[in-house]
């Protein structure tokens, strides 16, 4: 049941994508732009907290790291996304996606008419 959620969930921001489109297109730079600061911010502390360390930190160091890392890995993930979005784009039919989603919510065909050939 989570699989078709999720899976629900993708066609639709595919919908959404190709129907908003530079609309979307920045709301993901801006979501990257935030992902990638925080990173920075939180990996920059680690260091500075790693490098002088008061006594019983080394735990805080490593978790500001850690998440300093996961949102660095955000910004990786939305900056490839935008970067290979040009490509992609001419590769695919809105009204084939719709079409798509219908036919998957009638049926649940496991069919992809949207990739132009």
């Known amino acids: 049941m989570a699989h078709a959620d999720k899976s629900k969930k ?31 911010i939180l990996c920059t502390l680690a260091i500075v907290i790693a490098m002088f360390p008061p006594t019983g930190v080394g735990i805080v160091a490593a978790i500001l790291g850690l998440a300093g890392g996961i ?11 935008l970067t290979t979005w040009p490509i992609v784009r001419p590769l695919l039919d809105a009204q084939a996606v719709q079409r798509l989603i219908e036919a998957h919510k009638e049926k649940g065909a496991n069919q992809e008419p949207w990739l132009k050939t």
């Open 71 to 81: 949102c660095v890995g955000a910004f990786l993930i939305y900056d490839s996304s």
């Open 10 to 40: 993708a066609e639709a921001e595919l919908v959404r994508l190709l129907v908003e489109g530079e609309a979307r297109l920045e709301k993901y730079r801006g979501m990257g732009a935030r992902a990638r600061l925080a990173g920075v």
